[in-house]
């Protein structure tokens, strides 16, 4: 299966650890997207890249969260001293320049559940 | 700022019979992607049908169908001869046409097929 991956699918942490969270997009995707799906509502935009640049983030993205996608391929991101209120899903995203309109394609997503 | 509204939480329909999802938008550009997204209950998105702001025509994909109103910033999505498999929460999601922009998405619509 060559489709956006993540890992890990789940994950259990205590209010005021670090997590880090991985996205590998499909290959030859140079634009890489993350969203947050919090129960019962849509993906919310996080931040994207184009290769390794980071071009925008959402005011979603507190300083407590910091994406990086270091050579242009796989992408992490982290958020540091998890609170309750970070409980979500955590899409990724990816998307090829010139492709016919751009489509993003997902990933299964990270549940981050937050004690 | 956009935004897109999906008004209606949960829907119902009879195996092999037709159901419309509506959707609502709002947006001062004139040129614009609209999309409906299916995530079944595994949670990976995949794209449905998708709606260029320009063309006129409607859409359709196979049993998928949208019927567009620009003036009235309405998006709705008609499903016919509805199966199981359509079981699923739909997110209508609208992006801005210049490459590689954020999608923003409604709440969703969860929808039921009975057999």
């Known amino acids: 299966d060559t489709g956006v991956s993540q890992d890990p699918r789940h994950k259990i942490t205590k209010r005021g650890q670090n997590v880090t969270f991985r996205c590998d997009p499909i290959?030859?995707?140079?634009?890489l997207y993350w969203y947050r799906q919090t129960l019962g509502q849509g993906p919310e935009f996080l931040t994207y890249f184009q290769n390794e640049a980071q071009l925008e983030k959402s005011r979603l993205l507190s300083d407590r969260f910091s994406a990086e996608r270091p050579k242009g391929s796989f992408s992490t991101l982290e958020i540091q001293r998890t609170e309750q209120g970070d409980s979500a899903m955590y899409l990724c995203?990816?998307?090829?320049?010139?492709?016919?309109?751009?489509?993003?394609?997902f990933g299964p997503g990270t549940r981050l559940t937050v004690l | 700022a956009q935004t897109v509204t999906q008004s209606q939480p949960e829907m119902s329909v009879q195996e092999a019979e037709t159901v419309t999802l509506s959707c609502t938008y709002d947006?001062?550009?004139?040129?614009?992607?609209l999309f409906w997204y299916k995530q079944p209950p595994s949670r990976q998105m995949i794209l449905v049908i998708r709606q260029e702001a320009y063309k006129q025509q409607n859409a359709t994909e196979n049993r998928f169908s949208v019927n567009f109103q620009k003036a009235a910033k309405s998006f709705s999505l008609k499903i016919s001869d509805s199966q199981l498999g359509d079981a699923a929460m739909y997110f209508c999601?609208?992006?801005?046409?210049?490459?590689?922009?954020?999608?923003?998405f409604g709440a969703g619509t969860i929808l039921r097929v009975k057999s």
């Open positions: 947006t001062s550009e004139s040129d614009y992607y």
């Open positions: 290959s030859e995707h140079n634009r």
């Open positions: 999601a609208y992006r801005r046409r210049e490459y590689g922009n954020k999608l923003v």
């Open positions: 995203a990816s998307s090829r320049r010139g492709s016919s309109y751009n489509e993003q394609f």
